[in-house]
């Protein structure tokens, strides 16, 4: 293998510069037809990523935060109207659609409080991520009782 005239580390057929100390080696041979280019990154190459936070409030966890306290509002009302007691035929379709709605809801303000707890401001996701929680036993209660 040939070696560079200036470090004296060997260098592969076909390179134009040395790899260890950047010398150029002269011209590309003429019995090679085709050359790849290939980049190597090193770490002068890479800029450290920080998270920006292109505002001071914490929106994955404001989301969660209303959407799990809507879901729980929602589900006081649905029990305070008596849609959770099951009749002879079990559940009306309209009472399980309610329950969807109002479950979508919910997984929204859990997964949002999930995101959300990569902001700074942890406080609104940990709270609608409970509110989420509490809606997620309410809602076990609701099915659990129907079953009997």
Not at 37 to 58: A, L
Not at 67 to 89: C, K, N
Request: aromatic share 4%; charged share 15%; with cysteine.
């Amino acid at each position: 293998m040939p070696r560079c005239p200036k470090c004296g580390q060997e260098v592969m057929g076909g390179k134009t510069v040395c790899n260890y100390c950047g010398e150029k080696l002269g011209n590309i041979p003429d019995n090679i037809q085709k050359q790849r280019n290939i980049s190597i990154i090193t770490d002068d190459d890479t800029v450290t990523s920080q998270t920006t936070v292109t505002g001071d409030r914490p929106i994955g966890g404001l989301i969660s935060l209303v959407t799990s306290v809507v879901s729980l509002i929602a589900i006081g009302i649905f029990l305070s109207m008596g849609m959770h007691h099951a009749g002879d035929e079990g559940w009306a379709v309209s009472t399980i659609a309610v329950l969807f709605v109002i479950m979508a809801f919910a997984i929204t303000g859990i997964m949002s409080g999930l995101i959300g707890l990569n902001h700074p401001k942890k406080i609104p996701s940990i709270i609608g991520l409970v509110l989420g929680s509490i809606f997620v036993v309410i809602l076990g209660f609701i099915i659990a009782s129907s079953m009997k």
